[in-house]
């Protein structure tokens, strides 16, 4: 079982940057891979990036690579997601996930969830 919580989230800028966190309990936090997710007003909530257990392997989505980037610290059981340049298109509330065995991007693979940070960016 993991329990997460998520932080950083806030009103920037186009250009801008915000770090998001994602705190993380339980006993199989070590062992889990984690993503974040994001899901605008009236839409679907789509992958944004992927971590696997150890942090070795990271997952990007196309409109994200180059300027976020996903990071973990399995002593203090946090992951991190930098975001850098901004843009109005990534104004969503931001969610972190995690499920046990390989990473993957797809949002059904993924059990444990977040309830979310809210990302808004002006133009």
């Known amino acids: 079982q993991v329990h997460l919580v998520e932080s950083g989230g806030g009103l920037v800028q186009a250009g801008g940057s915000l770090r998001l966190s994602c705190a993380a309990s339980g006993s199989t936090f070590s062992s889990a891979a984690m993503a974040w997710f994001r899901q605008a007003p009236g839409k679907e909530r789509d992958f944004v990036v992927a971590?696997?257990?150890?942090?070795?392997?990271?997952y990007y989505a196309d409109s994200v690579k180059g300027r976020f980037t996903i990071s973990r610290d399995n002593a203090k059981t946090t992951v991190y997601l930098q975001m850098n340049s901004l843009k109005p298109e990534d104004t969503a509330t931001y969610y972190c996930a995690a499920k046990s065995g390989i990473t993957t991007t797809n949002r059904w693979d993924y059990p444990y969830w977040g309830q979310g940070t809210q990302v808004t960016v002006s133009s």
């Open positions: 971590i696997s257990w150890r942090g070795g392997s990271t």
